[in-house]
């Protein structure tokens, strides 16, 4: 299975970007929700409570695209980090 899966995988990241997102949207989404009702709840008393934080301007928000600048350094670091890139020759 690890190889179909590594092959597999070396395939998909020859795609355009955007073939690559849409295929991670529906794997995202297909996916049931692994949270347990109370971590559900917990989400969303936390999300509302920064909702009205922000609207009523005690709190601010990131631009996404700031946020998803982060991100992508963040997982190109974390990537050239990884135990696992280190042994794979290419």
């Known amino acids: 299975m690890m190889i179909a899966q590594e092959a597999l995988t070396k395939q998909v990241l020859k795609w355009p970007a955007r073939r690559r997102i849409e295929l991670a949207e529906e794997l995202l989404a297909s996916v049931e929700s692994f949270a347990t009702p109370e ?5 969303d008393k936390e999300i509302a409570a920064r909702v009205q934080d922000i609207r009523a301007g005690r709190a601010e928000g990131i631009p996404a695209e700031e946020v998803m600048a982060e991100a992508r350094r963040k997982l190109h670091e974390a990537r050239h980090l990884s135990p696992a890139r280190r042994t794979r020759t290419h």
């Open 39 to 43: 971590i559900q709840a917990a989400w």
